[in-house]
């Protein structure tokens, strides 16, 4: 990984650039949108052009996030031609998607902002800090450090960014600045429980669907230290699923008293599986174990893109989570 580049120093980059294109990983979750809503506006307000796009747009359950209506498919944004872009909350190049890399190919300049421990630093300018539980925490200290401007957009789209990745600030990442950023932005005007019952009260009626499905394929070691279910090409169909529907699910498994590591198996087009992990002890590392199959993350949470059927790589992948549950005595 390469040396962090100074706030300072990303911040004569803003000055010195006049158009920029914020950009984050494909099938976005809050800290992903949030991030680019958030510095987006805070570029726009000092008088910069912006374009915001996603590999796969806006989830439908951030939508309610002011300036949502911004975020491009980017394969459908036409003439993307800018200076500067920003990748945010993305921990690999190729996750950002083949329709962004696309669109942001002949962008002179590559500013790479993360919180993900795997990151190897692909900016020109990089700034990643696997100790901030959010990307959405390291955009707060990057205004508030560089005195840029904080609009309600900028507010709301941090307070989203840093809530959805730390569980609400349960997850062991959240830290005192954490409380300290969250305790400004309502000095700033944030309505708390407004922006809480938009963000996780106001699911559609498929997901509750959905985790009757999921509990229908349930399953847990004899020890109980290891949880997981599946998710299968046609339920999704029979449903009418659409991605942003699994967000989040993982985290009623994980919950269960005497689990240590959740895991949660998708199917996807193309006979990929999708394997999201949690971990609820450090010294099972999810990041190292998905890193076994080209994935990665953090020590709590990552996930992989691994080659199918689902058997195979369930298979696979709870037999490495054996092992290390084993390893530490934990079993």
Request: proline share 3%; hydrophobic share 40%.
């Amino acid at each position: 990984m390469s040396e962090n580049t100074p706030f300072a120093k990303i911040g004569e980059a803003f000055e010195a650039h006049q158009s920029f294109a914020v950009v984050s990983h494909v099938r976005p979750d809050g800290d992903a949108i949030g991030s680019i809503l958030a510095l987006g506006h805070a570029l726009e307000q000092m008088g910069k052009s912006v374009r915001y796009l996603n590999n796969d747009g806006c989830p439908e359950s951030l939508a309610f996030l002011p300036g949502s209506e911004k975020v491009e498919v980017s394969s459908e944004a036409k003439n993307v031609d800018v200076e500067v872009a920003i990748t945010l909350d993305t921990a690999a190049h190729a996750r950002l998607g083949e329709g962004s890399l696309q669109a942001i190919k002949d962008a002179k300049m590559t500013i790479n902002i993360d919180h993900h421990i795997s990151n190897p630093g692909y900016g020109d300018l990089n700034y990643i800090d696997s100790d901030s539980p959010a990307t959405g925490q390291i955009i707060y200290d990057l205004l508030t450090t560089l005195d840029m401007p904080i609009s309600e957009i900028t507010r709301d789209s941090i307070y989203v960014a840093v809530s959805t990745d730390t569980g609400s600030f349960q997850y062991p990442g959240t830290t005192q600045r954490t409380y300290e950023m969250a305790a400004d932005l309502v000095a700033r005007g944030l309505n708390v429980g407004e922006i809480n019952q938009l963000t996780y009260d106001n699911q559609p009626y498929r997901r509750v669907e959905l985790m009757r499905a999921l509990l229908n394929t349930l399953d847990r070691s004899e020890d109980g230290r290891l949880v997981w279910w599946d998710l299968r090409m046609a339920t999704k169909e029979e449903l009418g699923l659409i991605d942003d529907d699994t967000e989040g699910m993982i985290d009623f498994i994980r919950a269960v008293q005497g689990v240590v590591v959740a895991v949660f198996f998708e199917d996807l087009d193309g006979g990929k599986i999708r394997v999201s992990m949690r971990s609820k002890d450090r010294r099972i590392n999810a990041s190292e174990i998905c890193g076994i199959f080209g994935g990665g993350g953090h020590a709590l949470a990552a996930g992989i893109r691994m080659a199918g059927p689902l058997e195979s790589a369930r298979e696979k992948v709870l037999a490495e989570i054996h092992l290390a549950i084993e390893r530490e005595g934990l079993s």
